[in-house]
């Protein structure tokens, strides 16, 4: 009988069911001695066949000890009721995943190989999955991949032997037909190369968003199995063809006979000689265009974020244009509210057309009007106003879009029957939604009441439409500024950002912004420094002028210590987007962890001669100072930031090492309490005051859970002046080398 939510099972107290298939239930359940939610697969039959294969699943899966394979806790009874208790995995499976045209190269590639490892450690143990299919392979939050359900594993009778065999038990093949090879559909023996033509059809319909046996029965499908070779998957990478078609070869002795040779294979595509490079934008001297955001003509004033999304969406649609030169949108929309005359718009932007508009909105009806004005003489080069229904939003932006293009003779990046805007959804509430979450996202006042506004946007966006791909992106950017501004903890941001973005990923493969806030959400929080490298080559790749992507790419370059290159894209972001107000830290954190202090100094110094209130300048222009050894100029600089930001965690911390480093201990272990009392600091602050304060064990410890936790300083450990207390413990290294980021000598830093 299956259980409900609240009841009780032993010392479990059952929370919500998972799923269930032949053998029984899995439940989410908590557990009481030990206060830790575990999954509970519990067998609801008496069949002495399925216990003696749920006693074989606890122990084949407690052999295996390896990161992308669940882990088992032990085997209860409750009454004459068997059960598993197992590592609960959050997450979605594999199939949840994947998109209809199947997944783009780096994401597949970057979910393959852990499964590839965790095979390869099944095989090594002597353990066949014989049941692998993307519903028992899960994705955590974090990108972890695991592999789940060896309720149907069979132990190699000798493990030494890299082939041996096993019979099918029974007159009917176990397994999934729709995933099985062909020996094991037929009833033969097998061995672990049965795992690896399933993998191949894992990996063919990852790559497809399709299987490749398929039919309107399971007869059907078997004949297909039995019968017909996977047809090629057009327009796929060939390298990854190449894998594909041999994983599922019809004979084992034609496939990969070892899965650590399939996971080699994996490991090579895409993958250059040499660091990933992404391709930098070169400056157009072809036409230019700046969007304005819309004046608000509506009686309701809370209509702006609706004439500022419209404005954004024009400026995405324009930047998709060949030949034509789009200003970005935080440089364009400086200018909002203020009356400057056309041509001094022209000159500080360097374009040399601007787009104008207004809004009326009245029930569900628009009035639009655009005009493109020549910035050179005030002439209008084109004018309409439009008069539709809210429905017919799409339609007007695309119009807007295709008359700028063809008044400016430039050549769009699609056929001129094709739209030039690509609505994201046809749920309008979705839509409005959205907008307004880019709309708070960008407000520079009230920080968190505006952020924590936008999430509950973009995650109500999505509810209405699932398949809305800018909602997903905007809902990452939005955890990425909690997490780094501590509103939000950083496991809890990271994860959130991480799963977002990935999801926008797999529902459109060409948004650069969702390959980006890919990229960005595992450079933030230390997730996967190798992985997000490709995710920015690709979001450049489609995108070579977005600045966020050279600009977070940067950030990236400079925790593996490649200065040149992130100054390169830094300074690339910096001509794409001149009035981006995050670029002039972007630049101060190349120089600070370049060890170019006096650098550093100098564009601090001209920020603050500007904005004597602008926080930030002070954080950085204190790491500049201690880095030339002039500490107590670092205190009293820092000193005046923290009482700007009303002494927050962050802040308060960096001064705590400053403090430290001035040999003013007693100050230091003040802030150090204050802190600890405050309960808000991250623990990769709490690791650089302990080590400033030679209390290196307790540092590390700090370090560990910092890691754990993808606290968003972690990305800099190997460059940052900041860990130097800590860099010549070899417990450095190891944690560096854990995280994939470079081991460089004190004296190189």
């Given at each position: 009988?299956?259980?409900?939510?609240?009841?009780?099972?032993?010392?479990?107290?059952?929370?919500?069911?998972?799923?269930?298939?032949?053998?029984?239930?899995?439940?989410?359940?908590?557990?009481?001695?030990?206060?830790?939610?575990?999954?509970?697969?519990?067998?609801?039959?008496?069949?002495?066949d399925h216990r003696r294969r749920l006693e074989r699943e606890a122990h084949t899966i407690a052999a295996l000890n390896h990161p992308n394979i669940v882990t088992i806790h032990s085997v209860e009874e409750v009454g004459s009721t068997p059960f598993l208790t197992m590592e609960l995995v959050e997450g979605q499976p594999?199939?949840?995943?994947?998109?209809?045209?199947?997944?783009?190269?780096?994401?597949?590639?970057?979910?393959?190989?852990?499964?590839?490892?965790?095979?390869?450690?099944?095989?090594?143990?002597?353990?066949?999955?014989?049941?692998?299919?993307?519903?028992?392979?899960?994705?955590?939050?974090?990108?972890?991949?695991?592999?789940?359900?060896?309720?149907?594993?069979?132990?190699?009778?000798?493990?030494?032997?890299?082939?041996?065999?096993?019979?099918?038990?029974?007159?009917?093949?176990?397994?999934?037909?729709?995933?099985?090879?062909?020996?094991?559909?037929?009833?033969?023996?097998?061995?672990?190369?049965?795992?690896?033509?399933?993998?191949?059809?894992?990996?063919?319909?990852?790559?497809?968003?399709?299987?490749?046996?398929?039919?309107?029965?399971?007869?059907?499908?078997?004949?297909?199995?039995?019968?017909?070779?996977?047809?090629?998957?057009?327009?796929?990478?060939?390298?990854?063809?190449?894998?594909?078609?041999?994983?599922?070869?019809?004979?084992?002795?034609?496939?990969?006979?070892?899965?650590?040779?399939?996971?080699?294979?994996?490991?090579?595509?895409?993958?250059?000689?040499?660091?990933?490079?992404?391709?930098?934008?070169?400056?157009?001297?072809?036409?230019?265009?700046?969007?304005?955001?819309?004046?608000?003509?509506?009686?309701?004033?809370?209509?702006?974020?609706?004439?500022?999304?419209?404005?954004?969406?024009?400026?995405?649609?324009l930047a998709r244009v060949k030949g034509l030169s789009v200003a970005a949108r935080t440089s364009a929309f400086q200018f909002k509210g203020r009356s400057l005359d056309v041509s001094e718009i022209g000159e500080r932007l360097k374009v040399q057309t601007i787009l104008e508009g207004s809004v009326r909105k009245m029930?569900?009806?628009?009035?639009?009007?655009?005009?493109?004005?020549?910035?050179?003489?005030?002439?209008?080069?084109?004018?309409?106003?439009?008069?539709?229904?809210?429905?017919?939003?799409?339609?007007?932006?695309?119009?807007?879009?295709?008359?700028?293009?063809?008044?400016?003779?430039?050549?769009?990046?699609?056929?001129?029957?094709?739209?030039?805007?690509?609505?994201?959804?046809?749920?309008?509430?979705?839509?409005?939604?959205?907008?307004?979450?880019?709309?708070?996202?960008?407000?520079?006042?009230?920080?968190?009441?505006?952020?924590?506004?936008?999430?509950?946007?973009?995650?109500?966006?999505?509810?209405?439409?699932?398949?809305?791909?800018?909602?997903?992106?905007?809902?990452?950017?939005?955890?990425?500024?909690?997490?780094?501004?501590?509103?939000?903890?950083?496991?809890?941001?990271?994860?959130?950002?991480?799963?977002?973005?990935?999801?926008?990923?797999?529902?459109?493969?060409?948004?650069?912004?969702?390959?980006?806030?890919?990229?960005?959400?595992?450079?933030?929080?230390?997730?996967?420094?190798?992985?997000?490298?490709?995710d920015f080559a690709r979001a450049l790749e489609l995108a070579p002028g977005y600045p966020p992507a050279h600009g977070y790419y940067a950030l990236l370059l400079v925790g593996l210590g490649r200065f040149d290159e992130a100054m390169a894209h830094a300074e690339q972001a910096r001509q794409l987007d001149p009035l981006?107000?995050?670029?002039?830290?972007?630049?101060?954190?190349?120089?600070?962890?370049?060890?170019?202090?006096?650098?550093?100094?100098?564009?601090?110094?001209?920020?603050?001669?500007?904005?004597?209130?602008?926080?930030?300048?002070?954080?950085?222009?204190?790491?500049?100072?201690?880095?030339?050894?002039?500490?107590?100029?670092?205190?009293?600089?820092?000193?005046?930031?923290?009482?700007?930001?009303?002494?927050?965690?962050?802040?308060?911390?960096?001064?705590?090492?400053?403090?430290?480093?001035?040999?003013?201990?007693?100050?230091?272990?003040?802030?150090?309490?204050?802190?600890?009392?405050?309960?808000?600091?991250?623990?990769?602050?709490?690791?650089?005051?302990?080590?400033?304060?030679?209390?290196?064990?307790?540092?590390?410890?700090?370090?560990?859970?910092?890691?754990?936790?993808?606290?968003?300083?972690?990305?800099?450990?190997?460059?940052?002046?900041?860990?130097?207390?800590?860099?010549?413990?070899?417990?450095?290294?190891?944690?560096?080398?854990?995280?994939?980021?470079?081991?460089?000598?004190?004296?190189?830093?």
């Open positions: 009988m299956p259980l409900n939510p609240g009841q009780r099972f032993g010392a479990y107290e059952i929370l919500a069911l998972l799923g269930s298939g032949g053998m029984g239930e899995v439940y989410r359940a908590h557990d009481s001695r030990l206060k830790r939610d575990v999954a509970l697969k519990i067998l609801q039959t008496n069949d002495e594999l199939n949840a995943l994947i998109p209809p045209g199947g997944m783009p190269l780096e994401m597949l590639r970057n979910l393959a190989m852990p499964i590839a490892e965790a095979l390869a450690a099944a095989h090594k143990q002597g353990v066949i999955h014989r049941d692998l299919k993307p519903a028992n392979i899960m994705v955590r939050p974090d990108g972890r991949v695991k592999v789940l359900d060896f309720g149907i594993a069979k132990t190699l009778p000798a493990a030494d032997q890299a082939l041996a065999t096993v019979e099918q038990t029974g007159p009917v093949p176990i397994g999934t037909l729709a995933y099985m090879s062909p020996e094991q559909a037929a009833g033969r023996s097998l061995d672990e190369r049965t795992d690896i033509f399933s993998f191949g059809i894992v990996l063919y319909e990852m790559a497809s968003g399709r299987r490749p046996f398929q039919g309107p029965n399971a007869a059907a499908v078997l004949v297909a199995l039995l019968n017909r070779p996977a047809a090629a998957i057009p327009g796929i990478d060939p390298g990854l063809q190449r894998v594909i078609s041999r994983a599922m070869a019809r004979e084992p002795g034609a496939r990969y006979q070892r899965a650590e040779d399939l996971l080699v294979d994996l490991q090579a595509l895409g993958t250059p000689t040499g660091p990933v490079a992404a391709p930098i934008a070169p400056r157009t001297t072809g036409p230019s265009i700046a969007v304005l955001p819309f004046a608000n003509l509506s009686a309701d004033p809370d209509q702006e974020y609706f004439c500022d999304g419209m404005a954004e969406e024009l400026i995405s649609a029930g569900n009806r628009l009035r639009i009007t655009a005009q493109l004005v020549d910035v050179h003489d005030g002439y209008q080069l084109w004018s309409e106003r439009y008069d539709r229904a809210m429905d017919d939003v799409f339609a007007i932006q695309d119009e807007i879009g295709r008359a700028i293009a063809e008044s400016l003779k430039v050549t769009l990046s699609r056929p001129l029957s094709g739209p030039i805007v690509r609505p994201g959804t046809k749920n309008l509430d979705a839509y409005h939604l959205c907008l307004r979450g880019r709309f708070l996202l960008n407000r520079l006042s009230g920080l968190f009441e505006s952020l924590t506004a936008a999430r509950r946007c973009f995650e109500e966006a999505v509810a209405l439409d699932p398949e809305y791909a800018a909602a997903y992106a905007g809902l990452s950017e939005c955890c990425n500024a909690l997490g780094y501004t501590t509103f939000l903890a950083a496991p809890e941001a990271s994860r959130a950002a991480l799963a977002a973005a990935a999801h926008a990923v797999a529902l459109d493969p060409s948004m650069a912004e969702a390959h980006t806030a890919l990229g960005w959400t595992k450079t933030l929080f230390a997730i996967d420094m190798v992985t997000a490298e490709q981006w107000l995050i670029m002039p830290f972007i630049v101060c954190m190349i120089d600070v962890c370049a060890r170019r202090f006096d650098r550093a100094e100098r564009q601090m110094r001209e920020l603050i001669a500007l904005d004597p209130r602008m926080d930030g300048t002070y954080w950085y222009l204190s790491s500049a100072l201690a880095g030339q050894g002039r500490i107590d100029e670092a205190v009293q600089a820092l000193e005046t930031g923290v009482e700007l930001v009303h002494r927050a965690p962050f802040f308060l911390a960096l001064l705590g090492v400053w403090y430290a480093r001035a040999g003013r201990e007693t100050d230091a272990r003040a802030v150090l309490r204050e802190l600890l009392d405050g309960g808000r600091c991250p623990p990769v602050w709490f690791a650089q005051l302990y080590g400033a304060l030679g209390e290196t064990d307790e540092a590390f410890e700090c370090l560990e859970r910092a890691i754990e936790e993808h606290d968003d300083q972690v990305s800099f450990m190997a460059v940052d002046h900041r860990f130097d207390s800590l860099r010549g413990d070899p417990r450095f290294a190891v944690l560096l080398g854990r995280l994939g980021l470079p081991v460089i000598p004190p004296a190189a830093t």
